[in-house]
């Protein structure tokens, strides 16, 4: 009886390790965790399809992920935007990002010729307050952690790496926990390639 439970929940393994692998190629996030209300015995699935989003800022390429539904880009000159408006701001199915970018859950990414550029602007003085909080690596680099926050714009973790000399980037998460499936699935995606010298 025993080697029959151990031998289905290696099989189990086995099949969640394919599905995920599977599902990453065709750009599908699945989580699967334990409900520990029921003896840890029920598995919960949550599955989140994902479309591919790449852009050029500086010289560097950069490709990620965002979940089809809910999440729109929007790239500007020095940043590039994903946001998950509000549903009560999705009027009709059409968004105007000019009425969704205070307040709303997004993703950022910039890239800047030095670091010190993740410094300074509208919001060095909220910035210059920072806390320190973990690191994350993100596309492959090491990347130290701030959290800080705005009146309107309102909670910032931000981290920062480095490419290489001519080449940092900075990806901060507002108004969204960094622990959060979406947020997860947008962060651990994003790569940065083809850098230009």
């Known amino acids: 009886m025993k080697k029959k439970k151990e031998a289905k929940k290696i099989w189990l393994l086995i099949v969640i390790v394919v599905v995920v692998i599977a599902g990453a190629a065709a750009g599908?996030?699945?989580?699967?965790?334990?409900?520990?209300?029921?003896?840890?015995?029920?598995?919960q699935e949550l599955v989140i399809e994902m479309q591919d989003v790449a852009?050029?800022?500086n010289g560097v390429d950069v490709e990620a992920k965002i979940p089809k539904e809910g999440w729109f880009e929007e790239e500007k000159m020095y940043i590039f935007n994903f946001f998950n408006p509000d549903k009560d701001q999705n009027l009709d199915g059409v968004?105007?990002?000019?009425?969704?970018?205070?307040?709303?859950?997004r993703v950022s990414i910039t890239i800047a010729s030095t670091r010190e550029k993740f410094d300074v602007g509208i919001f060095a003085d909220n910035?210059?307050?920072?806390?320190?909080?973990?690191g994350r690596t993100i596309g492959g680099l090491e990347m130290t952690g701030r959290e800080w926050s705005e009146a309107s714009n309102g909670t910032f973790i931000e981290y920062i790496g480095k490419i290489d000399e001519k080449h940092f980037v900075g990806v901060s998460v507002n108004n969204l926990d960094v622990e959060n499936a979406e947020a997860k699935a947008i962060l651990n995606?994003?790569?940065f390639v083809n850098v230009a010298y």
């Open 189 to 191: 995606s994003i790569e």
């Open 127 to 134: 910035i210059a307050k920072a806390t320190p909080v973990a």
């Open 28 to 43: 599908i996030l699945i989580w699967r965790g334990n409900d520990d209300s029921n003896g840890g015995d029920e598995v």
């Open 55 to 57: 852009f050029r800022q």
């Open 95 to 105: 968004i105007d990002l000019d009425d969704v970018r205070i307040g709303t859950p």
